[in-house]
């Protein structure tokens, strides 16, 4: 990783411009939107107290994702403009912004669907080159998105395992018998670790309703230990006490299992109760990243709007 830049959330405010260093869990930095796009902060606190030692622990945390400068253009459009952002270790990150503002490509990005136009993406401070969501997952990146979830039409284990499956004699065999027993065994010991509530484990995913098939598909991203989830909207079609239970998964597996994550949303209440940073695109340019403890929603929303100015935009 690049030294120094990648060590330390960068926090915009319009109203505080001021610069600080990380400080613990709630880490928190302000600064221009120079600073926002790729620039080091100083290494001390305003008024020039050097770092303590929570400082020091956190500030030599590599983040599990960095993403510097990334752009990409779709013909005339250009969906992302030098865009940078963090995800630290356990760190539930909402991506919020209006229509078309550029969250789901970025999530692509960083997924493997899509090759950036320009920029980077790192993994724990390793810079990668996805050429496929497959390439991704070795990474242990895992997406969640809204409808495209699971196979409707097989049952949890089988989703759970679909181009992964586990076979008898390994996989150069020219015939390959899967281990159903084996697969099964070990989903639905997931799905009982993670207190999902389905009916049955070998019923069909279409007979499930959406709240339950998502929980499978977030039960399934962190059984492939993945490091980073990525969720598209994951509550957008539930009801209340489905994305109850969504959200609640989600928080353990970021506090138990330390499984990061960004989860893209237009609910403020949803990122309010689970995320424990914003950042914020519009028309395809990050205009904000705050703590969500040191913001409001009416602070957020006016980053969406566009109702609070951009310091230094370009
Ligand atoms: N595959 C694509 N081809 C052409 N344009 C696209 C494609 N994907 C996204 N876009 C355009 O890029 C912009 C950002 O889209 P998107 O990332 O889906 O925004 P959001 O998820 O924030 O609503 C939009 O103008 C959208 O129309
Ligand atoms: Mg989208």
Not at 58 to 82: C, D, E, H, I
Not at 90 to 114: F, H, M, P, R, W
């Amino acid at each position: 990783m690049g030294a120094g830049c990648g060590r330390r959330v960068v926090v915009l405010t319009y109203s505080r411009q001021e610069l600080f260093a990380h400080h613990g869990n709630s880490s928190l930095a302000y600064g221009t939107q120079n600073e926002m796009d790729g620039e080091c902060l100083g290494k001390k606190k305003k008024g020039g107290t050097s770092l303590n030692s929570t400082d020091t622990e956190t500030a030599t945390q590599t983040p599990v994702l960095q993403v510097r400068n990334v752009s990409k253009r779709f013909g005339g459009v250009k969906a992302l403009n030098n865009v940078s952002l963090e995800v630290h270790r356990g760190e539930i990150k909402g991506l919020v912004g209006d229509n078309g503002a550029g969250k789901s490509t970025l999530i692509k990005i960083i997924a493997g669907v899509y090759p950036p136009d320009g920029g980077e993406v790192l993994i724990n401070g390793e810079p990668v080159h996805f050429s496929s969501p497959r390439d991704a997952r070795k990474y242990g990146i895992e997406t969640v998105y809204q409808n495209l979830a699971l196979s409707e039409n097989l049952d949890v284990p089988s989703n759970f395992f679909l181009g992964r499956e586990l076979v008898v004699g390994g996989l150069l065999k020219p015939l390959k018998l899967m281990r159903l027993g084996e697969m099964q065994k070990r989903a639905r010991q997931a799905i009982e670790d993670l207190h999902v509530k389905i009916p049955a484990i070998t019923s069909q995913v279409r007979w499930m309703s959406g709240g339950q098939r998502q929980a499978v598909a977030v039960a399934r991203s962190a059984f492939w230990k993945g490091q980073l989830l990525l969720l598209d909207e994951p509550t957008a079609a539930l009801g209340v006490e489905e994305s109850g239970e969504v959200m609640r998964l989600l928080k353990n597996l970021a506090t138990e299992q330390k499984i990061s994550m960004i989860v893209i949303s237009h609910n403020l209440e949803h990122v309010w109760s689970l995320c424990d940073s914003i950042d914020v695109l519009r028309q395809g340019k990050k205009v904000a990243s705050v703590r969500k403890d040191e913001t409001t929603p009416e602070e957020v929303v006016g980053f969406i709007t566009g109702a609070h100015a951009v310091a230094g935009s370009k």
